[in-house]
């Protein structure tokens, strides 16, 4: 059983950046692929960015591509996304996500583990 929980959300103006963390509590984290998932009102949970267990593999959305990394740190049960250059339509809900099988992206239904999400909110 994996248990995780977003912080670091909050208003920023566009162009400016944040740090979203997932802290996991489970001995078997370092072994779950994770991503952060995204929904704004009235729409779909689209991901933003997903990464291996190792970290050796990532995937990014087209839209957050070049803007944000995904990062992990498996001594710490961490997983990171550094934000750059937001956007007001970056605006949403984020969500960390994990699950055991090696997946790296992928749609919602495949993730098993989900935290309560991290309010973004980007000013234009």
């Known amino acids: 059983q994996v248990q995780l929980e977003e912080s670091g959300g909050g208003l920023v103006q566009a162009g400016g950046s944040l740090r979203l963390s997932c802290r996991a509590s489970?001995?078997?984290?370092?072994?779950?692929?994770v991503a952060w998932f995204r929904q704004a009102p009235g729409k779909e949970r689209d991901i933003v960015a997903g990464i291996s267990w190792s970290g050796s593999n990532t995937h990014y959305a087209d839209s957050v591509k070049g803007r944000f990394t995904i990062s992990r740190d498996n001594a710490l049960n961490m997983v990171y996304l550094q934000m750059n250059r937001l956007r007001p339509e970056d605006t949403a809900v984020y969500y960390c996500?994990?699950?055991?099988?090696?997946?790296?992206?992928?749609?919602?239904?495949?993730?098993?583990?989900w935290g309560q999400g991290t309010q973004v909110i980007v000013a234009s």
């Open positions: 996500a994990a699950d055991p099988e090696p997946i790296v992206g992928g749609s919602a239904s495949y993730y098993d583990y």
């Open positions: 489970g001995r078997t984290f370092s072994s779950y692929a």
